[in-house]
């Protein structure tokens, strides 16, 4: 960093009952370049366990705490991870804040974090609850189909990330899942372009209210254009994913979803990785695209909110759990770190997600290369952001309050009450006696796989074989391909068909025993083998995060299933690979139709 400047701060800009505008030019015009460029970066920041600092993280190679905040003069920070209770996080936050408030300026920190509410596991996409209150993934809040429910939840997490400090969230994610192999539509709203729309702005309501202000949440609303139409399926975070295609000529209803986030007011905007084949735009990644920015955001749709790049498009020396993990710069991979941090400015974004190289930006403007007018453009919407948020009024939060709030009984009891709503009755044949297999008898003897047997206990006697049971509950993933690093096996990728091993097996348990299946579907698995075997299960439902007691909660007629399919499941890989990427519902003659669902 520069040398700080000898001139008394201004403290106007601390003035609460000053207009915004003018609160932001009081601090915009008392910044150094320094400072300036500091507000460009947003990466990931480790939390620590004990409410202090924390140290560098040499699993995923993040500095420490202090290192971000005072010796790069950063002030936006994706948290990575979580504590062992709400208390910890919110003071682990209350310390960042009390670090930044040591600087010249004492802007705070703005944390943002990737969903932490459901039952994912990957650092860069999703985390799991942890302390907070745990509800279906976004797919089976789709399945509810209740906008309702969506907005709920939106409220209930706003509140939860209001306690420990988190203000932006880098969701929803409302991309089209128009093909069917994509390894992030788990997060989406499915294939639908109405339904998604509809969910993703009630989502947005959830977490912002009707507009952004002190108690809100910021959305960060990815992956624009619409992240859904990847080549084969490839997710855009790998090179062999790099490519989005629209062999349907579909673009534009891949817009149809942002369009009412538009209108939902959400505070910012993420572009994906993928670069567009065959369109009329630029054949390089949405993050450098100035033709899809600037062109089709800032001026088709007038959005004037924040623009972050998805993370990790410049430097190439990132490393992941250990393996290489190169910059996504597709289409220009040729371009220096240099060039690239240029190239996303002209485009119109505001802010370099996954990146920490404020002195790159720098040099930038002091070489001509940017100019400071260019900063400060972004600089005000990324002020702005913080006024109107309250952080300069109220930067720490109740650590007390926090433990009272995140996880609460009522917000847990809501989450479970749409883990049980969203289960998805596929099939449910009749038995010798003539009536569907479901809901089923409780005391019966048990066989279960994929389920805690002293939960299944709850519902009646644990055998420890099919041979000795009444019946059968079997939970099962829906397949995906192995591949080489670690990394890339946090996105489920590849084929949908389950192993002929797995087939074999279930078709083994159900010719011995009324068998139940339940398929975790985070993507549409192909079902066939399974359904039209020689003596198939009794029963086969769908869940998208829900936990085995809300399972056999419905399974047993103690609460009613509510869930509809949010995509078509194939009926064969061979359907699959003859889809278009970008045209939903465009499997030939699927298993289940999108909407399909059963009660009793």
């Known amino acids: 960093m520069s040398e700080t400047p000898s001139t008394p701060v201004d403290p106007t800009y601390r003035d609460a009952t000053l207009p915004v505008a003018e609160r932001v030019e009081n601090l915009l015009g008392q910044m150094t370049l320094e400072e300036k460029a500091g507000l460009f970066f947003q990466t990931m920041i480790s939390m620590s366990q004990d409410g202090g600092l924390a140290p560098a993280d040499p699993v995923f190679g993040l500095p420490s705490n202090e290192e971000y905040v005072i010796g790069k003069g950063m002030t936006h920070f994706n948290v990575l991870g979580s504590a062992p209770t709400a208390e910890l ?38 985390m799991m609850a942890g302390p907070f209150s745990s509800w279906p993934e976004s797919i089976g809040l789709a399945a509810i189909r209740d906008e309702a429910v969506v907005e709920q939840f939106g409220d209930i997490a706003r509140q939860e990330y209001l306690a420990v400090g988190m203000r932006v969230a880098l969701h929803p994610q409302i991309d089209l899942a128009t093909e069917p192999r994509w390894g ?23 977490f912002q209210g009707e507009t952004l202000g002190a108690d809100s949440v910021a959305t960060m609303t990815k992956h624009f254009p619409g992240g859904g139409p990847q080549m084969d399926g490839e997710d855009a975070h790998f090179a062999y994913g790099r490519e989005q295609v629209y062999p349907g000529g579909q673009f534009e209803l891949h817009l149809k979803p942002f369009e009412a986030a538009f209108e939902a007011g959400t505070s910012q ?38 623009v972050c790049t998805d993370w990790g498009l410049i430097s190439n020396d990132d490393e992941i759990m250990g393996e290489p993990f190169p910059a996504r710069a597709w289409g220009v991979e040729h371009l220096t770190p240099r060039e690239r941090m240029v190239k996303i400015l002209e485009a119109g974004a505001d802010q370099f997600g996954g990146e920490a190289i404020p002195d790159l930006l720098i040099e930038l403007v ?56 969203s289960i998805t009755v596929l099939t449910n044949t009749a038995t010798d006696a003539g009536t569907p297999a479901l809901p089923l008898a409780t005391g019966q003897k048990i ?52 192993t002929d091993e797995t087939i074999a097996h279930l078709r083994e348990v159900a010719a011995a025993v009324p068998t139940v299946i339940d398929v975790h579907l985070d993507r549409p698995a192909i079902l066939t083998p399974i359904v039209e075997a020689p003596i198939a299960p009794v029963a086969i439902v769908a869940n998208y995060g829900a936990n085995a007691r809300a399972l056999l909660d419905v399974l047993t ?15 064969s890989m061979a359907a699959v690979e003859a889809s278009r990427e970008d045209v939903p519902f465009d499997t030939k003659d699927p298993l289940f139709r999108f909407g399909h669902g059963l009660a009793y």
């Not at 949405?286 to 924040?306: A, C, M």
């Not at 900063?375 to 913080?386: F, I, M, P, Q, T």
């Not at 397949?479 to 080489?484: G, L, Q």
Request: hydrophobic share 40%.
């Open 89 to 126: 996080m919110a003071e682990w936050h209350n310390s960042l804040q009390e670090l930044a408030a040591t600087t010249r300026l004492g802007i705070p920190v703005t944390i943002s974090t990737d969903p932490r509410h459901s039952f994912s596991d990957n650092p860069l996409a999703g």
């Open 184 to 206: 992030r539509q788990v997060a989406t709203f499915g294939e639908d372009p109405e339904l998604t729309g509809v969910l993703g702005a009630a989502y947005i309501r959830g």
């Open 269 to 306: 905007i993420m572009p994906y990785y993928g670069m567009p084949v065959g369109t009329e735009y630029e054949e390089v990644g949405f993050g450098f695209n100035k033709s899809v920015i600037t062109g089709l955001l800032r001026e088709r749709y007038g959005f004037d909110g924040i």
């Open 366 to 421: 002091q070489s001509g290369d940017v100019t400071e007018d260019r900063l400060d453009a972004s600089a005000r919407r990324l002020l702005r952001e913080k006024f109107v948020l309250g952080l300069f009024d109220a930067p720490l939060v109740d650590a007390k309050k926090a433990g009272v709030i995140v996880g609460s009984d009522a917000f847990r009891a809501a989450g479970e009450a749409a883990q049980r709503a």
């Open 447 to 498: 066989y279960v796989e994929g389920i805690e047997p002293d939960v299944a206990g709850e519902y009646g006697t644990v055998v420890a074989t099919p041979a000795e049971a009444d019946l059968a509950i079997i939970r099962i993933q829906a397949p995906f391909e192995v591949r080489s690093t670690m990394f890339e096996n946090f996105f489920h990728q590849g084929s949908l068909d389950f």
């Open 557 to 571: 007629g103690a609460a009613q299933p509510k869930g509809k399919l949010p995509f078509d499941l194939p009926s």
